[in-house]
């Protein structure tokens, strides 16, 4: 049987198919983390000004972000939610990420602390450690 004679071009080629795929899917990535970026500033709040405090570091810890624009409006990222289902979001997102995460409250400078006071005792009581005031510089 004669074996076939391979072309002597001299070029070499090879596929440029798995560079795209990367570049595809890098794309995705960033869409998504886009997205999840704004949904968490997506609420309009009146922050207040902060003389001192720390950068936001944005690293692996997962974060639930409350909003409160005004008295009575509750916010996690664009969707609203009713003040007596904090506790039970607050409860199902601690089982969901296995233990602890973060709570980002974006308060506004106009809501007294009265309102804030049973947020900050009911993530006490359910092991929520790690709480985040957004402010202004």
């Not at 939610?81 to 106009?110: D, F, T």
Request: net charge negative.
């Amino acid at each position: 049987m004669k074996t076939p004679a391979a072309p002597r071009s001299g070029a070499l080629g090879f596929s440029m198919t798995p560079m795209i795929d990367v570049v595809f899917l890098l794309i995705i990535f960033f869409l998504v983390a886009s997205h999840f970026s704004r949904q968490e500033v997506a609420v309009e709040v009146d922050l207040p000004h902060a003389q001192s405090g720390d950068d936001v570091k944005d690293d692996e810890i997962a974060r639930l972000t409350l909003s409160i624009p005004q008295p009575g409006a509750w916010y996690i990222g664009q969707n609203e939610i009713q003040e007596e289902n904090i506790e039970e979001i607050l409860q199902m997102e601690k089982a969901r990420r296995q233990g602890a995460y973060q709570l980002r409250i974006r308060c506004a400078k106009s809501i007294p602390y009265g309102e804030m006071e049973p947020i900050l005792i009911l993530a006490a009581r359910l092991g929520i450690g790690d709480i985040q005031f957004a402010v202004v510089q």
